[in-house]
């Protein structure tokens, strides 16, 4: 096994350093455990948790995930313990295993962002990333990502409250990805994260209902990829902070493409659920990938797609 730990596969953001490019998403990898009888977290550049939010979540009713062609439906809805749980109970265990640890938040209005934001700045976690797009809560979630001004007022609000790292997590719902991205950075954002999943349906025809109770659901999957591409692409015109790149991502071609579109880091999550060992192939693959192409480092590629 290639040692996915080395100079050409770091990663410096301001003043965080990651190890390698990859890192686990919000919502696919829990916290971590289930995942450590297949690898070491500290194999990864990063992990980003669980969606948090102030209260315990018991999260939507069942069924919450459907299987599509290429992709998984899921409305699963924030189930968590909730911020003090995380951060008494969860955290101290996870700033054990060598790696980032990015603490996702959500809320349902403006002030409980600002009430994590705060409640976190006091703790040692690596980076904030704030979750303005999720698709299936009723409240929140959407709204703050698909408004401009409701964008600058919650990228504020968290910013006056943290001096930790902070990602904002964008939703590809919207008009323009641009536009949304220029408006995070203008308020304090240190990093984008892009794409988080599409607004989905799918209905049992027998029933003639939807498959998932809460009738829609966030698309996650390689059909994400080609529009977590071009939006990484669209966003990297736009912006002068680095951007986390998310969406379809299962092997380390699909890494290139979003890291050549403009990505300094990626996520990945609905692969792992396909295959648990993902991370480990493709931090193997691509750094084989640079050694043989004489890459001394794979920060080089970042947005260097030629285009027609």
């Known amino acids: 096994m290639t040692n996915v730990t080395n100079e050409r596969l770091k990663v410096k953001l301001k003043n965080l350093e990651f190890k390698n490019p ?21 194999s990864l550049g990063g992990i980003s948790v669980k969606g948090t939010t102030k209260e315990k979540r018991q999260g939507n009713k069942t069924p919450r995930i459907a299987e599509t062609p290429c992709g998984i439906l899921n409305s699963v809805g924030l189930e968590n313990p909730g911020i003090d749980c995380f951060i008494e109970k969860i955290l101290p265990n996870l700033l054990t295993k060598n790696t980032i640890v990015i603490a996702n938040i959500a809320g349902s209005s403006f002030y409980e962002y600002e009430y994590l934001a ?25 709204s703050f990502g698909s408004n401009i001004k409701d964008v600058e007022k919650v990228v504020s609000m968290v910013r006056k409250k943290t001096d930790k790292f902070l990602i904002v997590k964008l939703s590809p719902n919207v008009t323009s990805i641009a536009e949304i991205a220029k408006a995070a950075e203008l308020k304090g954002a240190d990093a984008l ?40 692409w669209e966003t990297k015109k736009a912006v ?38 993902a991370p480990i192939k493709i931090l193997n693959d691509l750094n084989n990938w640079l050694k043989n192409n004489n890459i ?12 027609w």
């Open 296 to 307: 001394k480092n794979i920060s080089q590629l970042t947005g260097s797609v030629l285009e």
């Open 22 to 42: 990859l890192i686990a998403a919000s919502g696919t990898v829990g916290y971590g455990e289930e995942y450590e009888e297949f690898f070491k977290l500290s």
């Open 240 to 277: 002068s902070i680095p951007i986390v790149g998310c969406g379809g991502i299962s092997s380390f071609e699909d890494a290139l493409e979003i890291i050549m579109a403009g990505a300094s880091l990626f996520q990945i999550g609905t692969v792992l659920f396909k295959n648990p060992l």
């Open 118 to 142: 705060e409640k976190l700045n006091s703790t040692n976690v690596h980076a904030i990333e704030l979750n303005i797009s999720c698709p299936n809560v009723k409240q929140g979630g959407a």
């Open 193 to 232: 994260c892009l794409i988080n999943t599409l607004v989905g349906m799918k209905i049992n025809i027998k029933t003639k209902r939807p498959i998932l109770k809460n009738n829609t659901g966030g698309l996650s999957g390689p059909c994400l990829l080609p529009v977590a591409v071009r939006m990484v």
